[in-house]
């Protein structure tokens, strides 16, 4: 167990809907980053998020957002989906933001379908 | 741009024997090269790190990696291989700087035959 938590485990919906992934750092740290994992692209970094601010930013689309609450934990909210768009999607998290760098601890991943 | 290429997608080898599994890194400078290993339907784990130093680092269950800057190559071996060996292993290289983001390399998957 990472110490990194996020829910749900799995999503299931149609296309042009809207969800929400959430993701809960481990204790003590302060840097949450989203990463897509699919079958044609791999593992890709999205997104990273340093206490509160955005610190670095990836292949993310524009229908894709992400925030990270004065309590540490982030969401990531995905819009108007298509099929593509299904993947695996993991949290990771670190104490620190940048170098020195430090280890990410990952989250267990939230599977989202699209239909 | 940083890149991690993983040439074997996918590796088979008999239980106990060795195993090495190859990546290759661009980076202009030295950099943060990681390990980390995903068994079905689990997030990623750490294995090993190299930021500087000696370039043989010792992980976790055994395996150990050897940074070679002439080569640009992180290779992950482990002597004797076990059936729970059996997952997908990625290579990641880290930036220095302002971030810490991770990009990954396309993954190796590893079979072990009994």
Do not use: M
Not at chain 1, 91 to 114: H, M, N, Y
Request: proline residues 4%; hydrophobic residues 35%.
């Amino acid at each position: 167990d990472s110490g990194v938590t996020q829910t749900p485990k799995h999503l299931i919906t149609a296309t042009g809907q809207r969800v929400t992934l959430r993701c809960s750092p481990r204790s003590g740290d302060l840097s949450v980053y989203w990463y897509q994992q699919s079958l044609d692209q791999g593992l890709q970094f999205l997104i990273q998020y340093y206490n509160g601010e955005e610190r670095a930013k990836g292949n993310i689309l524009e229908r894709f957002s992400a925030q990270q609450f004065p309590d540490l934990h982030s969401e990531l909210n995905l819009s108007s989906l298509e099929l593509g768009d299904s993947a695996l999607y993991f949290c990771a998290s670190s104490v620190g933001g940048g170098s020195p760098i430090g280890e990410q601890f990952f989250g267990p991943g939230t599977r989202l379908t699209v239909l | 741009a940083q890149s991690v290429t993983q040439p074997d997608i996918h590796i088979t080898v008999s239980e106990g024997a060795s195993l090495e599994l190859r990546c290759n890194y661009s980076y202009g400078a030295t950099p943060y090269l990681f390990w980390y290993v995903q068994s079905p339907g689990q997030g990623l784990q750490l294995l090993l790190k190299y930021f500087s130093g000696d370039t043989l680092v010792q992980g976790i269950k055994g395996f150990e990696a050897e940074f070679k800057r002439s080569q640009s190559s992180f290779n992950l071996r482990k002597p004797s291989v076990h059936w729970s060996d059996a997952a997908e292993y990625f290579c990641a290289v880290g930036a220095r700087g302002a971030t810490n983001k991770l990009i990954f390399g396309t993954g190796t998957l590893l079979a072990v035959q009994p």
